[in-house]
C-alpha cells in the first residue's frame, strides 16, 4: 500500500545550526505535501504545504523542496530556536480522504 | 487556532469500564478522523467519516466505534476499556471539495487504562 518514509526519526541541532528532515512517497498519484509540528501536549499544527506543481516554497525561517521525479520533499528550518524543539510529521495526500503520514521526526535545538 | 475540541483532555480508568471520547468542530468540515498515536509518535488511523451518517473504519483496527449524527460531533466509544488501549487519541477535521487537504487536530485525549 502506499507509505511515507521518514528520516531522521531524531534530530539534535546546535540554537542557530540548520535541520532539515526528508520524506520519501511511494504513490506517484500524490498532489499536496503538507508539514505539521506537534508541541508537547498539543495535535499536529499544519506549519507549510507545497503542493505538486511546485518546486520549493519558503515562509520566513521554514522552506519546503519537492522533487516529484524522485518522490523526495524535504523541510529546511535555518537559524534554529529552541522553540522549534518539537515532534515533526511530513504527509502526503492524493485525493479522497486519506492522508498518509510520516513516522516523525523528534527534533530538539539546544540552547 | 484550530476551533475542534476533544473532552477529556486526561482519562484514567479501570479495566471494563464504558467510556466515550468527546470531539467537536465548529468549522462545518465534512470529514472527521480519528487517529491513535503510540509513544513512539507515530499517528494511525482509526475511524474516519465523510459526512453525517458515514463512517469507516481506518487502517489500524480498533475495538472502538464511532458515530457521526451531527456535522460537528464525532464521539468515540469503548464499550469495554482495557490496559491495551492506552494511548493518545487524536481527533481531526478536514474540509471537502478543496484541492488539499489540511486537517485540524484537537488536543488530543490521553487514555490510561488501568
Known amino acids: 500500500g502506499e507509505n511515507v518514509e521518514q528520516h531522521p526519526s531524531t534530530l539534535s541541532v546546535q540554537e542557530g545550526d540548520s535541520a532539515v528532515i526528508k520524506c520519501t512517497y511511494s504513490d506517484s498519484a500524490s498532489n499536496y505535501f503538507p508539514w505539521y509540528k506537534q508541541e508537547l501536549g498539543k495535535g499536529p499544527q499544519l506549519i507549510i504545504d507545497?503542493?505538486?506543481?511546485?518546486g520549493e516554497k519558503k515562509d520566513q525561517r521554514i522552506a519546503v523542496t519537492l522533487n516529484k521525479t524522485a518522490k523526495h520533499f524535504s523541510l529546511h528550518i535555518t537559524e534554529t530556536q529552541p522553540e522549534d524543539s518539537a515532534v515533526y510529521f511530513c504527509a502526503a495526500f492524493s485525493g479522497g480522504f486519506k492522508t498518509i503520514f510520516g513516522a516523525g521526526t523528534r527534533l530538539f535545538v539546544k540552547a | 487556532e484550530a476551533d475542534i475540541y476533544q473532552t477529556p483532555r486526561y482519562l484514567v480508568i479501570g479495566t471494563g469500564k464504558k467510556i466515550t471520547l468527546e470531539c467537536s468542530q465548529t468549522?462545518?468540515?465534512?470529514?472527521m478522523y480519528w487517529y491513535q498515536q503510540d509513544p513512539g509518535m507515530e499517528l494511525h488511523l482509526i475511524h474516519y467519516s465523510y459526512g453525517v451518517n458515514s463512517t469507516e473504519k481506518g487502517d489500524l483496527s480498533s475495538e472502538s466505534t464511532v458515530s457521526r449524527i451531527r456535522t460537528e460531533h464525532f464521539p468515540l466509544t469503548l464499550e469495554s476499556a482495557r490496559p491495551s488501549h492506552t494511548s493518545q487519541y487524536l481527533c481531526?477535521?478536514?474540509?471537502?471539495?478543496?484541492?488539499?487537504?489540511?486537517?485540524?487536530f484537537g488536543p488530543g485525549t490521553r487514555l490510561t487504562v488501568l
Open positions: 507545497i503542493r505538486s506543481n511546485v
Open positions: 468549522m462545518g468540515h465534512d470529514k
Open positions: 481531526a477535521s478536514s474540509e471537502s471539495g478543496t484541492g488539499d487537504n489540511e486537517q485540524f
